[in-house]
């Protein structure tokens, strides 16, 4: 049974900042932060360029990312490491610090929240155990989690830390990820196999995500585990600014995820989706 779904939009990658638009850059981050704290602004900007680059980078690279002058770059980040959300690395670049996992916590805590109640309509609708993940940097974490009508032991549970290439989550996820992006990320994390099924070099992934760019859902065909499938949707982003890289799914073991239910479940997906974008705006 063909199974149908608004296809993701694609996102082109936002090119780097040169000397000729470094101005420019600069000005429209000045008059996005019209009305707050600009320094507050451009230290989460900067934590954000770290998170989605690895968590470690160098000042020439948040230069070139933000389009900050080193000036205000080595300012900012001289009182994120005094705080402790950055950390100098013998390197003498910067990773994201120990203090931060305060507000992820916090965080993950109100997702769980947030998520359950749209979770459990997915569980009392399909049956099957629905979940809630995010892209942590270089890796897929579930954050929420509501349990199927039939009890099974699999490795999405809320807390859990994966590679992307082999769940539904990551692949959709990096669906929408410039190609440049994913190629660092794959050479940062490698590609290792979990089962026979897991795709372990970047042409046969790059079409995977193609397939799923064009459909809308990724599935995973027990790549991470064996017997266990899973279908995915992305959590549409809302607002001007990005926010959490956020993924909705149900999982559980092949003989029950056929076709005919996932061809009822991605609508659902998309609805439940569609319902926490919605919940978090």
């Known amino acids: 049974m063909p199974i149908g779904a608004p296809p993701l939009p694609h996102i082109d990658r936002i090119l780097p900042i040169n000397e000729k638009n470094a101005g420019v850059a ?18 989460f900007r900067l934590l954000e360029i770290v998170a989605t680059n690895g968590g470690v980078m160098g000042l020439s690279q948040l ?91 699999m490795f ?23 190609a440049p992006e994913v190629h660092d990320l794959l050479v940062r994390t490698g590609m290792p196999r979990y089962t026979d099924h897991t795709l372990t070099d970047e042409v046969s992934f790059g079409a995977e995500l193609d397939r799923t760019r064009e459909r809308g859902y990724a599935v995973d065909e027990g790549e991470q585990e064996v017997g266990v499938r899973c279908v995915a949707v992305a959590v549409p982003q809302v607002g001007p600014r990005p926010g959490a890289r956020l993924a909705v799914s149900i999982s559980g073991p092949a003989p029950r995820m056929t076709d005919e239910l996932l061809a009822e479940a991605v609508p659902a997906l998309h609805r439940a989706a569609a319902a926490i974008a919605d919940d978090l705006a």
Request: charged share 20%; aromatic share 4%.
């Open 63 to 153: 230069a070139v990312e933000s389009g900050f002058p080193l000036p205000t770059i080595h300012r900012a980040v001289r009182t994120l490491v005094d705080l402790g959300y950055l950390r100098q690395e013998p390197s003498r670049q910067y990773a994201l610090g120990p203090r931060l996992l305060l507000l992820a916590e916090s965080s993950s805590t109100m997702l769980n929240t947030l998520a359950a109640p749209h979770l459990r309509r997915l569980v009392d609708e399909l049956g099957e155990t629905a979940n809630l993940a995010l892209l942590d940097s270089d890796r897929i974490a579930y954050v929420a989690q509501v349990p199927g009508r039939h009890s099974m032991r």
């Open 26 to 43: 600069v000005a429209a981050e000045e008059s996005r932060s019209t009305g707050g704290v600009q320094s507050i602004a451009r230290a």
């Open 156 to 178: 999405t549970e809320v807390g859990r830390r994966v590679l992307p290439h082999c769940t539904a989550v990551g692949k959709v996820l990096l669906s929408t990820t410039a």
